[in-house]
């Protein structure tokens, strides 16, 4: 899993609240994926691409355990590189397939807009406009082999537990 | 080195020798908890086979009774998945109704040494039952509802040391409130609890405490197993179990000491409880619009009893509207027999059925543009319990209580003798 594009950054605790508010709960994922930061930033969400990376500060994602990294997927991001993302947060990466990196010294690396190439292989980061290089923590490799399934609900599909795909 | 709760409890249920902090486990899950969630279109995916129903409970909490037509919708998606699979422990809409931590203690369906998940971020409350329980995602409560597993990546563990005993007006809502100010995040890390103050902390306080657990980011949060925790789950359940106690020479990361002597009342200024905490005579007198008592960390019928002992003989102010939700009919009723609902009432509080409720924003008392509230439940994150510009302050059920009554933000020792 290689990601290279310009980046959005995001502060402390981040909480799913503001990821994914109560106002969006009745809606489809996709539909979802509006109300990202629509407290703290809003239109943020119209203006990222297909492939953007989102760079996190300290706790990333914490609160409750609502799928708000189902909706950072569904609005195209590629990736998220943060200082330390909640444990519960990191689980729903990695199980709704939403590759995501610990990075300690990721947020100060870069300003938003920098380009970042971000390898989950070598667990690094690289700001093209500054140079610098940063190792982040590694996923293992059992993990990586989830998100690269496409979560666990695919898992579960194939081995006929559930019908549908509910990560859509 | 030995280990600690949490690393018992992840060996065994790993199968292996020991297990120490880094490594990444595959774990057999002993109770899997759903809730209305799940059962939601837009998250629920369509279940058709489960290895161990047995393993699996049901609860229907966050929106009961329905309050939408969504709502609606998910319980009868919940009850026709409960009949296919023949769950025994299903708790409906109605008489065995409750928020699902709270029902998960009342029933003891957390048992000591074993592992739960739930995916509601505060299913850490079952550590109060010296379990590794923890709130995870939408696919692996299913994973873990079908297949009975579900990995965890060990976390380095904190153990907090309590001493003492707490001074009238202040609870083990004012304890986590301490430790979220002083000490802030716990990512990746169990927190442990134990010390000789244990023996004074009700099952109830542990259960605050561990549900608070959530807000601090940490992995688990277990208590340690003692006789009054032994006696609690006799009178409960028949089921066997074996406690888990940590290693006396258990490598932890930090062992931090509370003198619960020394802690006062505290309150967390809006948008977030970790480094947010002040003490209370620092925000007295900011006025508020709610008051907010429940939750799974706050419905407890000694929460009820600690407001009821704030509020009897006095009336809640009439600019305000103080909500009281209990955690469960088990609760509800037996705050009903023992009068703590009517003296409730009779102060002006709104008593509500137990359920998440105002807690969640999801209704029965959500907040408009501008307003304030206090609350003694377990988030207060920017717009959760309403509209974006809302504010939320937290404290305990007995700073809440006496903050109903002075309508502006109140010291509960005033009111308590
Ligand atoms: S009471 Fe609040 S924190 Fe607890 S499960 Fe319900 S919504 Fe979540």
Redesign the interface.
């Known amino acids: 899993m290689r990601f290279s594009a310009r980046t959005w950054k995001a502060g402390d605790n981040i909480n799913t609240d503001l990821i994914l508010p109560n106002r969006a709960f009745y809606l489809t994922p996709q539909e979802q994926t509006q109300f990202v930061f629509s407290a703290n930033r809003p239109g943020w969400s119209d203006l990222v691409v297909k492939g953007d990376i989102l760079i996190g500060g300290h706790n990333f994602g914490m609160g409750s355990s609502r799928p708000a990294a189902r909706s950072l997927r569904n609005l195209g991001l590629a990736c998220l590189v943060a200082e330390s993302i909640n444990g519960l947060f990191f689980r729903n990466c990695v199980n709704f397939a939403f590759p995501a990196m610990e990075c300690p010294g990721v947020a100060a690396a870069f300003v938003e807009g920098d380009v970042a190439e971000v390898s989950f292989e070598d667990a690094t980061i690289v700001n093209r406009r500054t140079g610098v290089r940063l190792l982040g923590k590694s996923m293992p490799a059992e993990l990586r082999a989830v998100v690269a399934a496409g979560g666990l609900f695919p898992l579960l599909e194939q081995q006929g537990y559930i019908a549908s795909r509910a990560s859509a | 080195m030995g280990m600690t709760i949490a690393e018992k409890i992840l060996a065994r249920a790993s199968g292996r020798e020991r297990v120490a902090a880094g490594d990444?486990v595959t774990v057999q899950v002993h109770t899997t908890v759903l809730f209305d969630?799940n059962f939601?279109p837009?998250?629920?995916?369509?279940?058709?086979?489960?290895d161990h129903p047995d393993r699996v409970v049901v609860i229907l909490d966050h929106r009961v009774p329905a309050p939408?037509i969504?709502a609606a919708g998910a319980h009868v998606t919940a009850r026709k998945f409960v009949e296919r699979f023949g769950i025994e422990r299903f708790h409906d809409v109605g008489q065995r109704q409750g928020i699902c931590h709270q029902v998960v203690a009342d029933e003891a369906y957390a048992l000591p040494g074993t592992i739960l998940v739930c995916?509601?971020?505060h299913t850490c409350s079952a550590g109060a039952l010296n379990c590794v329980a923890?709130?995870?995602?939408?696919?692996?409560v299913?994973?873990a509802a079908?297949?009975g597993e579900t990995?965890f990546?060990v976390?380095s563990t904190v153990r907090y040391e309590l001493r003492g005993h707490l001074r009238p007006g202040v609870t083990a809502k004012d304890i986590f409130l301490h430790i979220a100010g002083l000490y802030g995040?716990h990512?990746?890390q169990n927190i442990e609890f134990g010390g000789p103050a244990l023996a004074g902390l009700s099952i109830s306080a542990r259960k605050t405490l561990a549900t608070m657990g959530?807000?601090l980011?940490?992995?688990f949060a277990t208590f340690e197993c003692d006789d009054l925790l032994l006696d609690y789950l006799r009178s409960r359940t028949s089921a066997a179990f074996e406690p888990q106690h940590p290693d006396a020479d258990a490598d932890y990361a930090e062992v931090r000491v509370i003198d619960l002597d020394t802690l006062e009342p505290l309150v967390a200024l809006p948008d977030?409880v970790?480094n947010n905490s002040r003490p209370l005579s620092e925000v007295a007198g900011t006025t508020i619009d709610q008051a907010f008592i429940g939750s799974c960390a706050n419905g407890t019928l000694e929460d009820l009893h600690l407001a009821a002992r704030v509020l009897t003989g006095r009336q809640v102010s009439p600019k305000v509207r103080l909500i009281v939700t209990p955690g469960s009919q088990r609760v509800y009723l037996e705050a009903a027999r023992d009068g703590t609902l009517a003296q409730l009432v009779e102060s002006g509080a709104l008593v509500t059925n137990p359920t998440c409720g105002a807690c969640?924003?999801?209704h029965m008392g959500v907040l408009g543009p501008e307003e304030t509230c206090i609350t003694a439940s377990t988030?207060n994150?920017?717009?959760?319990m309403g509209d974006?510009s809302s504010r939320v302050f937290m404290g305990s059920p007995a700073t809440v209580a006496a903050s109903a009554l002075a309508g502006v933000i109140a010291d509960p020792r005033r009111y308590l003798p």
Request: hydrophobic fraction near 30%.
């Open positions: 990444l969630n939601m837009n998250n629920w995916p369509d279940v058709r086979r489960i939408t969504q995916s509601d971020s923890r709130g995870v995602g939408g696919p692996d299913f994973f079908c297949k990995w990546r976390g995040a990512a990746t959530a807000e980011s940490c992995e977030s970790v969640g924003g999801g988030r994150f920017k717009g959760r974006p």
